[in-house]
């Protein structure tokens, strides 16, 4: 069997393509209510300025606030700076009028932290990495 293509390891041009493609596809079946990607990303330094801790989210096309990574340095853990970045974030974009928070975590990582936050596992991935559970939220921030 003949093929017409060739299968090859990304570029970075290659790499915006791709993204330029499933959004240009996405945006025909359902138009932008927002840009296409808009940053909320934060660091939390302590005294001497090293970074103690991070959130790295940011509001997508459909006005979802989609969290991609919170990290707490372990011994900074328990003193409110986590709660501190997420109602940041949520925050924010609930004055840019977005509705609705996802993100998704493990079990050994944030579970509770979430479900104390409000959010709502609407789905998993049992034995993901093998033993635990790929957990996926989402908060409804407007009521």
């Given at each position: 069997?003949?093929?017409?293509?060739?299968?090859?390891?990304?570029?970075?041009?290659?790499?915006?393509?791709?993204?330029?493609?499933?959004?240009?596809?996405?945006?025909?079946?359902?138009?932008?209510?927002?840009?296409?990607?808009?940053?909320?990303?934060?660091?939390?330094?302590?005294?001497?300025?090293?970074?103690?801790?991070?959130?790295?989210?940011?509001?997508?096309?459909?006005?979802?606030?989609?969290?991609?990574?919170?990290?707490?340095?372990?011994?900074?853990?328990?003193?409110?700076?986590?709660?501190?970045?997420?109602?940041?974030?949520?925050?924010?974009?609930?004055?840019?009028?977005?509705?609705?928070?996802?993100?998704?975590?493990?079990?050994?990582?944030a579970?509770?932290?979430?479900?104390?936050n409000?959010?709502?596992?609407?789905?998993?991935?049992k034995?993901?990495?093998?033993?635990?559970?790929?957990?996926?939220?989402?908060?409804?921030?407007?009521?």
């Amino acid at each position: 069997m003949t093929t017409e293509f060739t299968l090859e390891i990304c570029q970075k041009e290659n790499i915006e393509k791709i993204i330029e493609g499933i959004n240009e596809y996405n945006l025909s079946k359902v138009p932008a209510t927002a840009n296409i990607w808009e940053p909320l990303e934060f660091v939390v330094k302590d005294k001497n300025g090293s970074e103690i801790g991070g959130i790295l989210a940011g509001i997508g096309y459909w006005k979802g606030l989609d969290i991609k990574v919170l990290w707490v340095n372990e011994k900074h853990r328990q003193k409110g700076i986590g709660t501190t970045l997420l109602k940041h974030v949520e925050k924010i974009a609930k004055e840019k009028g977005v509705k609705i928070s996802m993100l998704d975590t493990f079990d050994f990582q944030a579970e509770n932290f979430y479900l104390k936050n409000g959010y709502e596992s609407v789905g998993e991935i049992k034995n993901f990495p093998k033993g635990h559970r790929r957990i996926y939220f989402s908060k409804n921030l407007i009521e």
